[in-house]
């Protein structure tokens, strides 16, 4: 089978997504292909499901699809503040800190330069086991 290309990684994410229980649970992730990269922009759950794993489970997803396709994932890890979330429903439960440190428990890793606050971080796909 061929590999996907990041739009048909991105399509097939949100197929995925759109057929699980999560869309119930959260908003749908804004993802969008990048060059030979996959870019998350924002992931969230809505307010009476934060901090239950939803957002795991959808990065979980995307990630996962990426690995299989050899392709590596890059964002800004960044709160947005209650002012500036841009969905209803979706309070910002996490600093910035709070959001790095859940993005590296799903393997990304920071590539800003010293002295750079943009937050700007990757996640290389992975090996598949076996």
């Known amino acids: 089978m061929d590999a996907l290309s990041p739009a048909g990684i991105v399509e097939e994410f949100l197929e995925r997504w759109r057929n699980s229980d999560l869309p119930e649970k959260m908003p749908e992730p804004q993802v969008v292909p990048n060059g030979q990269r996959v870019e998350l922009i924002l992931i969230a759950a809505y307010e009476p499901h934060q901090r239950k794993g939803y957002a795991s489970r959808a990065l979980r997803l995307l990630t996962a699809l990426c690995d299989e396709n050899g392709v590596t994932i890059e964002l800004v890890a960044r709160s947005m503040g209650p002012d ?27 590539t800003a330069a010293p002295g750079d606050d943009t937050h700007t971080m990757i996640r290389q796909p992975r090996a598949a086991a076996g």
């Open 84 to 110: 500036l979330c841009p969905i209803a429903g979706c309070p910002p439960s996490l600093t910035t800190e709070q959001l790095i440190a859940w993005y590296e428990r799903h393997d990304f890793v920071e």
